[in-house]
């Protein structure tokens, strides 16, 4: 089983929607029993909260219902216990590494860094833009799951 956690600062935004996007792209596949798909945030500010309903929304929006997910914190287990810590923007691969005392097995790294145009995953808490942080999330599953594929992972 491939065990993926995605963070991000809150876990309220991005990384609850990435978890959602890409547990709804491996079920389409078939593939849903093969993987463990988690969020958790680099801080304590939400811990307990829903997802941020315009993230809700925009999930609802591509038939994604994030119904029962609350923000947690990440924890250094996490580490042990993950495959891929993936990050929604290079601020929180700090935080992650403090977080766990480092990352000896190259299990940090952003979402992004899959895709043709590694980068930051644009953050709707401060930009109010739903549609492209969908945009970039999609981008960044999709070609984690094609390099999954290339590895023979999957």
């Known amino acids: 089983m491939i065990k993926i956690l995605f963070i991000c ?20 596949r078939g593939l849903g029993a093969q993987f463990f798909i988690a969020s958790a945030a680099t801080s304590r500010e939400e811990i307990g909260n829903p997802v941020y309903p315009p993230a809700k929304r925009k999930l609802k929006e591509h038939g994604i219902d994030p119904a029962g997910k609350t923000a947690r914190q990440m924890t250094a287990g996490d580490y042990r ?12 691969i700090r935080n992650m590494e403090r ?13 992004l860094d899959f895709s043709d ?6 953050d709707p808490w401060y ?10 999330i ?11 594929k290339k590895e023979g992972k999957i």
């Open 9 to 28: 600062h809150g876990n309220i935004c991005r990384s609850p929607m990435a978890e959602f996007i890409l547990r709804d792209m491996v079920d389409k």
């Open 81 to 92: 216990d993950f495959d891929y810590l993936l990050a929604a923007e290079r601020y929180n």
């Open 99 to 111: 977080i766990t005392g480092g990352d000896p097995e190259h299990k940090i790294c952003r979402l």
């Open 117 to 122: 145009r590694p980068r930051d995953i644009a």
């Open 127 to 136: 930009t109010g833009d739903f549609d492209e942080a969908w945009d970039d």
């Open 138 to 148: 999609v981008e960044g599953c999709q070609a984690f799951l094609a390099w999954l």
